[in-house]
């Protein structure tokens, strides 16, 4: 039975000011290692904090144990902050690596 | 196996799942005899029919009774469990005789969203303040003595 506490990652909040930049997304599922989930771009912005949502669920969700973002502006670029919102899935099993869920026998209340 | 429980008669299954490859489900119970056993072996996979999460029912066996119910999921890929329930009824004594949703014990999802702030260093909102670096003009004339020959 797997136990780690795999998240879904729906979507990533920034406030910035600045070019036009690239952003990617990394995680280590599946697979394991860290590899990039979504590519997506940041548009330019000339408000002091401008803010800019970047999708991590479609088509699905981007899924992982640890994550990193990625952004590389094509000019200057002031990064002030940024928030990810995320949930933690119940039961989460990689098959091809011999896992499954199984519970003990069940009485069922009576 | 055996215990105090009361047999019940089984009849469906239902699971909310997402998968990403072909997956299956087995369902164990202890009766005819005492020894768990295999009485259904469901194959499944919900992204040949939609993309997410599904919910998937499958019936059971007319027979398949048992005082112990056993699931086991296995997945060739991926797969996130949400939940799970048997309908089932009781067959001999406890007085409840009526069917009924039995909820199977699966690690619950958040239905709602965390937000986790970034670590990136902080932008001051207030200003501080520098001096120049100018050198400063003195309020009085001084004087200053003239090179002369001697």
């Known amino acids: 039975m797997p136990l780690e506490r795999v998240k879904q990652f ?18 280590d599922l599946p697979g394991g ?39 590389k502006p094509t000019g200057e670029f002031r990064l002030f902050g940024g928030v990810i919102r995320f949930r933690v899935i119940g039961v989460y099993m990689d098959g091809s690596k011999g896992e499954f869920w199984e519970t003990q026998p069940l009485g069922l209340g009576v | 196996m055996a215990g105090f429980q009361y047999t019940k ?7 909310d799942v997402d998968t990403d490859a072909a997956s299956e489900l087995i369902i164990k119970v202890d009766r005819p005899g005492d020894d768990m056993h ?3 072996n469901f194959a499944f996979n919900t992204e040949a029919t939609t993309t997410g999460r599904r919910t998937v029912t499958v019936s059971l066996p007319g027979s398949t009774r048992g005082r112990l119910f056993q699931p ?8 996130r469990l949400y939940g799970m329930r048997v309908y089932a009824k009781v067959l001999d004594g406890g007085g409840k005789t009526s069917w009924r949703w ?11 969203w965390q937000t986790f ?4 260093p902080r932008t001051q909102e207030g200003w501080e303040s520098a001096q120049l670096p100018i050198r400063p003009t003195p309020k009085e004339a001084s004087w200053v003595p003239l090179p002369m020959d001697k």
């Open chain 2, 102 to 112: 039995y909820t199977i014990p699966v690690v619950p999802t958040q239905e709602d």
């Open chain 2, 72 to 79: 086991k999921i296995t997945s060739q890929g991926v797969l």
């Open chain 2, 38 to 40: 295999q009485v259904l």
């Open chain 1, 10 to 27: 729906k979507d990533l909040t920034i406030h910035y000011r600045g070019s036009a930049a690239t952003f990617k997304f990394y995680s």
């Open chain 1, 33 to 71: 290692s860290m590899a990039v989930r979504r590519t997506l771009d940041i548009p330019a912005s000339s408000a002091d904090h401008g803010t800019h949502t970047l999708l991590l669920d479609n088509p699905d969700y981007v899924e992982g144990n640890l994550f990193y973002p990625w952004i």
């Open chain 2, 9 to 15: 008669l089984f009849a469906i299954v239902e699971i």
């Open chain 2, 117 to 120: 702030p970034l670590p990136i």
